[in-house]
C-alpha cells in the first residue's frame, strides 16, 4: 500500500469501517459507505447487491456480527477515481481473500465493487 496516496489512504478506512462491527449493525453507516451500483461476490458465491447487503448485515446476530480481522491491506490506484484494495480477513474461523474497488463521487470514496474467496490454512 501506498501510505503517501490520499486516494489509497482514503479507501483504506473506508474499508477498516466496514469491517467495523458498529458500523456494520447500522444500516445507515454502511449505506453510506456503498456505491448505489454496488455489488459483492460473497465467500458463500453468493451475488449480493446494496440493498442486500444493507439488510444482512443489519439481521446479523451477534456472532455472525462478531469481530472481523483484517492482514496485508494493499492498495493501488488504478485511476485518478478508482482504488483497488486486496487483503485477507478472518472471522469466526473462516479466512478469505478479498478484492474491492472503490470509486470517488461527489459523496467521496464509495466501495464498489467487493469479492471474496475463502481459503484453508
Given amino acids: 500500500m501506498s501510505d503517501h496516496d ?6 483504506v478506512q473506508g474499508e477498516l469501517r ?3 462491527p458498529a458500523v456494520r449493525a447500522s444500516p445507515e453507516l454502511v449505506g453510506a459507505l456503498l456505491h448505489p451500483g454496488f ?4 465467500a458463500s458465491g453468493r451475488h449480493w447487491d446494496r440493498t ?3 439488510a444482512a448485515l443489519a439481521g ?3 456472532q455472525e456480527a ?4 483484517a492482514s496485508g491491506m494493499k492498495g493501488v490506484p488504478l485511476a485518478p477515481d478508482v482504488v483497488h484494495l486486496t487483503f485477507d480477513t478472518e472471522h469466526n474461523g473462516s479466512r478469505a481473500h478479498r478484492s474491492s474497488l472503490w ?3 461527489g459523496s467521496g470514496w464509495l466501495l464498489w465493487f467487493h469479492q471474496a474467496t475463502p ?3
Avoid: C, M, Q, Y
Fill in 52 to 54: 442486500s447487503v444493507i
Fill in 60 to 62: 446479523a446476530t451477534d
Fill in 66 to 69: 462478531g469481530p472481523i480481522t
Fill in 6 to 11: 490520499p486516494a489509497v489512504r482514503a479507501a
Fill in 103 to 105: 470509486r470517488r463521487t
Fill in 18 to 20: 466496514l469491517l467495523d
Fill in 39 to 42: 455489488h459483492e461476490f460473497g
Fill in 119 to 121: 481459503f484453508a490454512g
